[in-house]
């Protein structure tokens, strides 16, 4: 505890840590020695191949798409449905 606390164990250490520095002043000072490298995550998440869908993300997916399709307008739904039509023709 001394050593990840201040660094290195000696006489100077240890009388700081029994004696001179308080309770809150080592917490404060261990909960600064966290260690997390935040960067890390974004480095994994570049490296890494995308997810596969499972069957509640596509039901998700769906949902959230007749959703959409409730608040749509006419020209909108004509639209998409004749996009749906050339896709399917294709």
Do not use: C, H
């Amino acid at each position: 505890m001394i050593k990840e606390t201040y660094g290195e164990y000696n006489l100077w250490s240890w009388l700081k840590y029994w004696y001179i520095d308080s309770v809150v002043k080592q917490t404060i000072m261990l909960l600064d020695k966290t260690r997390v490298d935040y960067d890390k995550d974004k480095e994994d998440k570049k490296d890494s191949k995308p997810k596969k869908t499972t069957a509640a993300q596509k039901e998700m997916a769906d949902f959230n798409r007749k959703l959409a399709e409730k608040y749509m307008t006419k020209e909108e739904r004509t639209e998409r449905l004749r996009e749906s039509i050339k896709k399917e023709k294709q």
